[in-house]
Each structure stands twice: as C-alpha cells, then as structure tokens.
C-alpha cells in the first residue's frame, strides 16, 4: 500500500517535497515513480527510482529541478520540487512495481500499485 503526501499550494518558483510511505518490509526490491495528471490531461511520467535505487530517471520537464531520492530503511520515497512552474500543477501519483522492467519505467502501464494523489497547485 503506498501513501503519498506533501502536496498543496506555492507560488511559482517556489519548492514542495512529495513523500511515498510504503508498508511492507520488501520495498527496497520495488521500482518506484511519480506521475501527474493535470485536469483534462493524460497521466505522465515525472520521475522513477529503480529497484535497489541504483538509477533515477526524470521526464525533460523535471530535469534539473526535481530529485527523487528514497530511503530503504524508512520505507519512503521523496520527490523535491524546486522551481516550480504553474505548468507542474496536477495530481502526483506514486506507483510501485516489483516486476517493471527497465524500457517500461515510463508507462504508467506496468505500474501495478498505486497511491491515492497529492494536489499540487502554482499559483503564477
């Protein structure tokens, strides 16, 4: 089960931290990434973390003012959002998967956990 929150209001050029708490005692073995949905747009990928943490990978909308990191022993994931854009607000999902092969990190597809959603609104 994945728990996302963090998300709310800031004005443009501002910072947010989204946090992924996951039970369970194998979610180091889990893939694990962020995507958005943005009214009336497709779900998209932001970011992902490999299982093991051995590689990150970010959307070119994130590169450069987003970083996932994850910490094993607390069972969470992090996304810190600098340099916000009125651009960025949507939904931000969490999904986890054990079973995700490299080539498919960005389809939301072949994610098979999900969190709930955190809002994220930029105010310009």
């Known amino acids: 089960q994945l728990q996302a929150s963090g998300g709310g209001l800031v004005q443009a050029g501002g910072s947010l931290r989204l946090s992924c708490a996951a039970s369970?005692?194998?979610?180091?073995?889990?893939?694990v990434a962020w995507f958005r949905q943005a009214p009336g747009k497709e779900r998209e990928f932001v970011t992902a973390?490999?299982?093991?943490?051995?590689?990150?990978h970010y959307a070119e909308s994130a590169k450069g003012r987003f970083a996932m990191s994850r910490d094993n022993a607390k069972n969470t994931v992090n996304l810190q959002m600098n340099s916000l854009k009125p651009e960025d607000t949507a939904v931000y999902y969490c999904?986890?998967?054990?079973?995700?092969?490299?080539?498919?990190?960005?389809?939301?597809?072949?994610?098979?956990?999900w969190g709930q959603g955190t809002q994220v609104t930029v105010s310009s």
């Open positions: 973390i490999f299982r093991g943490g051995s590689s990150i």
């Open positions: 369970g005692r194998t979610f180091r073995t889990y893939t």
């Open positions: 999904a986890a998967s054990r079973t995700i092969i490299m080539s498919s990190l960005r389809r939301d597809q072949a994610y098979d956990h």
